[in-house]
Every structure is written in structure tokens, then in C-alpha cells.
């Protein structure tokens, strides 16, 4: 069964960066598809980076140029680096490879 835990999320300043971690345990061959959503208070769940199958990234509009999504094949692990953070960025972001879920992991921007 495969897991994913999503960690780095926190408390941050406008202007500030934060980097965001998404682990996969269990019987998983690749994370090469996979990405980061995020759930505002009162929105739906929308994009906020992801590596397609055919191994390209694509961003939001609105994060491109601060967020970098990456990945560690040999750790499993996608990242999210976030840099010039809003307060608009603030969200629950959860990752997903391969269609399964995280539980997710607040980020919370202050003014």
C-alpha cells in the first residue's frame, strides 16, 4: 500500500520562502508523475505544479517564476520549493503521485 506524508508547512511571512516535502512509502516504481495541489478556505483544489507523463512541469499562473516542484528519485520524495510567498498562497497543499493522496499540509501566509 502506498503512502504518501507531505511536511514543511507552517507559518511563514509575505516574502518568505518555504520548502514543502512529499514522501512515498510502499510498493511504488516511480514518482515521476506527480504534483502539488492546494485547497484554499472556500475553493476547490487546484494545480499548483506537476511533472507530466511526458516529463515536462507545469505551474499555475499564478506561481510561476516562485514555486519549483522537484523530485528525488532515489528518496521518493516530490518537493515544492516556494519563494515570495502571498498571502493568497495560503492553503492546505497536498500532494499526489500517481492519483493517490496526501493528507496534506498547511501553509499559512501573513500579511
Known amino acids: 500500500q502506498v503512502q504518501l506524508v507531505e511536511s514543511g508547512g507552517g507559518l511563514v511571512q509575505a516574502g518568505g520562502s518555504r520548502r514543502l516535502s512529499c514522501a512515498a512509502s510502499?510498493?511504488?516504481?516511480?514518482?515521476?508523475?506527480s504534483g502539488w495541489y492546494r485547497q484554499a478556505p472556500g475553493k476547490q483544489r487546484e494545480l499548483v505544479a506537476a511533472?507530466?507523463?511526458?516529463?515536462?512541469?507545469i505551474y499555475a499562473d499564478s506561481v510561476k517564476g516562485r514555486f519549483t516542484i522537484s523530485r528525488d528519485n532515489a528518496k521518493k520524495t516530490v518537493y515544492l520549493q516556494m519563494n515570495s510567498l502571498k498571502p493568497e498562497d495560503t492553503a492546505v497543499y497536498y500532494c499526489n503521485v500517481l492519483a493517490i493522496w496526501g493528507k496534506g499540509t498547511l501553509v499559512t501566509v501573513s500579511s
Open positions: 511533472f507530466t507523463s511526458g516529463g515536462s512541469t
Open positions: 510502499g510498493t511504488i516504481f516511480s514518482i515521476n508523475v
